[in-house]
Structure formats: structure tokens, C-alpha cells
T-cell receptor
Framework: NAGVTQTPKFQVLKTGQSMTLQCAQD?????MSWYRQDPGMGLRLIHY???????DQGEVPNGYNVSRSTTEDFPLRLLSAAPSQTSVYFC?????????????FGDGTRLSIL | GNSVTQMEGPVTLSEEAFLTINCTYT??????LFWYVQYPGEGLQLLLK?????DKGSNKGFEATYRKETTSFHLEKGSVQVSDSAVYFC??????????????FGAGTQVVVTP
């Protein structure tokens, strides 16, 4: 019963490097999203997707790209890492965007940018 | 836009004490309200939810009532255990066109329960 799987769990990058955070869900959920968690600020929405081939920006999208080529996968790309992107990143999924089904979260990726 | 305000922590309690975490919101229309819990090193888990005014969500001894008149969704538990130590997030899910499906989170409240 995997749910939402995020990899890697930890990563250290140097400023200017690029990387992709992986997120996969096995529940056939239409809606997927990425959040970042920073102290005292709760979780803030970066990007989201209401289905394969459809993505949109959230509250803090700058510096991040996403794509949704399949229902299962929703990777988050940092094109040129900056220290301000040091954070814990969570991927979440839910059945759809219009019912009140809960969002299921992965265990997070802790990212440090030096 | 939508926003959620919850009390700052950390909240430190002794085992079997009463817990209240205040949460108020600003939103257009009638959003759905949620409490999520995050245990150390883990992702967020849904604790309870309420989808309309006067609804009471409950789970694992926790309760919260959707109060439209005071725009509040306070979390309560009558007798906490050490295992309840976690960070608790209040969240709302907007139902207007520009916020459809998106979760807006409060800053989170850390709760520490000591034996």
C-alpha cells in the first residue's frame, strides 16, 4: 500500500545546480500538488495538476517547473538552485479537485542549497 | 484571498491535560475545513474535516466544530497522550473559481506532551 512516494528523502545541492524531485502515486488520483514547508509559514502551494497534461501555478511557483505526462507521476524541477529554495518539499494527491476527498501526502524531501 | 490563522506554539502540556488549538479563517463562500497532523519525520495526515457550518469533525479523540459565525475551527482533545506530540495544521479548501481544490494552510502549531 504505497500511497504517495517521494524520492529522494534528503538532498544537498550547490547554488546553481539543477535537480528533479520525484513524486509518484498509485491511487489513480487526478489531482496532484507540490508544497514547500518553511518554519512559521505552514505549507505553501508551488504547482498543481488536475490531471495528466494539465498543470498550473500555485502561490510560490518561481524557480520551479513541473510536468504531468502520466496520472501517476508529478516531478518537480529546480532549474538553478538558490539558497532560498532550502526547504522541505511535500507532494500530495487527491481523487479530484472538486470533491472533499482528503489529500494524501508523501513523507517529504528535505533539500539544502549551499 | 483565503487565509488561515492558528495559534503559535509550541504548546507544552502534561499527559491527560486538555488541549485546545485555535484556528480562524478568512474565505469567500463556504470552504471546507481540515485539521492535519504531522508526526516527526513524516508527511501530513488528515486528522478530521468539516464541510459545512455546524459540522463537527472527530477522530482519535480530537474534535473540531465548523463555526461560520466566528469563522473558526478550533481543535480540542480532552485528555492528551505523549503520542499526540506532533505539529497540527489547520487548513481550508476553497470553493471559488480561483481557489478550487487548493488547500490553504495555517503556520502550524507544535504540541509537546510530557509524561
Amino acid at each position: 500500500n504505497a500511497g504517495v512516494t517521494q524520492t529522494p528523502k534528503f538532498q544537498v545541492l550547490k547554488t546553481g545546480q539543477s535537480m528533479t524531485l520525484q513524486c509518484a502515486q498509485d491511487m489513480n488520483h487526478e489531482y496532484m500538488s507540490w508544497y514547500r514547508q518553511d518554519p512559521g509559514m505552514g505549507l505553501r502551494l508551488i504547482h498543481y495538476s488536475v490531471g495528466a497534461g494539465i498543470t498550473d501555478q500555485g502561490e510560490v511557483p518561481n524557480g520551479y517547473n513541473v510536468s504531468r505526462s502520466t496520472t501517476e507521476d508529478f516531478p518537480l524541477r529546480l532549474l538553478s538552485a538558490a539558497p532560498s529554495q532550502t526547504s522541505v518539499y511535500f507532494c500530495a494527491s487527491s481523487l479530484d479537485s472538486y470533491s472533499n476527498q482528503p489529500q494524501h501526502f508523501g513523507d517529504g524531501t528535505r533539500l539544502s542549497i549551499l | 484571498g483565503n487565509s488561515v490563522t492558528q495559534m503559535e506554539g509550541p504548546v507544552t502540556l502534561s499527559e491527560e491535560a486538555f488541549l485546545t488549538i485555535n484556528c480562524t479563517y478568512t474565505a469567500t463562500g463556504y470552504p471546507s475545513l481540515f485539521w492535519y497532523v504531522q508526526y516527526p519525520g513524516e508527511g501530513l495526515q488528515l486528522l478530521l474535516k468539516a464541510t459545512k457550518a455546524d459540522d463537527k469533525g472527530s477522530n482519535k479523540g480530537f474534535e473540531a466544530t465548523y463555526r461560520k459565525e466566528t469563522t473558526s475551527f478550533h481543535l480540542e482533545k480532552g485528555s492528551v497522550q505523549v503520542s499526540d506530540s506532533a505539529v497540527y495544521f489547520c487548513a481550508l479548501r476553497g470553493l471559488t473559481t480561483d481557489s478550487w481544490g487548493k488547500l490553504q494552510f495555517g503556520a502550524g502549531t507544535q504540541v509537546v506532551v510530557t509524561p
